[in-house]
């Protein structure tokens, strides 16, 4: 099921960058993906009562994926994404019978950071043990990423001038 989802979700990136909706998909044939049970165990009852202590307890501290996708069940608060303008954290409330989706740094790299991955960590944020699911999906081993140029990337240059360039060099996503 949860490869079904991961491949609607790279349809619609595909459209949304106009784009072949199977462009993604085709690389989700035979795709490098596994899915964990994490536990978080409940942080110091001073923890819980003061903020400063927040980041010496953090569950998993703040990192990127590195795949193309993560989609995530998760049973209570705990994941913070951040702002990338802000540089804020948010907590991600846990909503009934729904996913958190988090793009990770492949997906970044072959849009050519159209789409930039997001940036989280993990804070148990409960007195009891907290449990996520998380599911990393990833295309084909041997999948080409070469970086998707967009409207966008035509015009980064100065005085409108296209600049067309890619902003990493092409790979395989093994």
């Known amino acids: 099921a949860q490869l079904t989802l991961c491949r609607v979700i790279a349809r619609g990136l595909a459209l949304s960058l106009s784009l072949d909706p199977y462009f993604f998909e085709c690389h989700l044939t035979s795709p490098v993906a ?9 942080p110091p009852k001073s923890s819980l009562e003061n903020s400063i202590c927040r980041t010496k307890h953090t569950g998993c501290g703040e990192h990127t994926d590195c795949g193309f996708l993560t989609i995530l069940a998760q049973d209570s ?70 970086c998707i140029l967009t409207d966008d990337d035509m015009y980064e240059g100065t005085n409108n001038h296209p600049n067309n360039t890619a902003k990493y060099e092409a790979t395989t996503a093994g």
């Open 34 to 42: 596994q899915m964990v049970l994490l536990s978080y165990p409940p």
């Open 77 to 146: 608060p705990g994941l913070e994404v951040q702002d990338p303008h802000t540089l804020e954290w948010n907590l991600v409330h846990p909503l009934e019978n729904m996913f958190v989706v988090n793009l990770g740094d492949m997906t970044a790299r072959w849009t050519n950071d159209a789409y930039k991955s997001t940036k989280h960590r993990v804070y148990n944020q409960n007195e009891n043990v907290r449990y996520s699911i998380p599911f990393f999906c990833n295309c084909n081993f041997d999948a080409p990423v070469e």
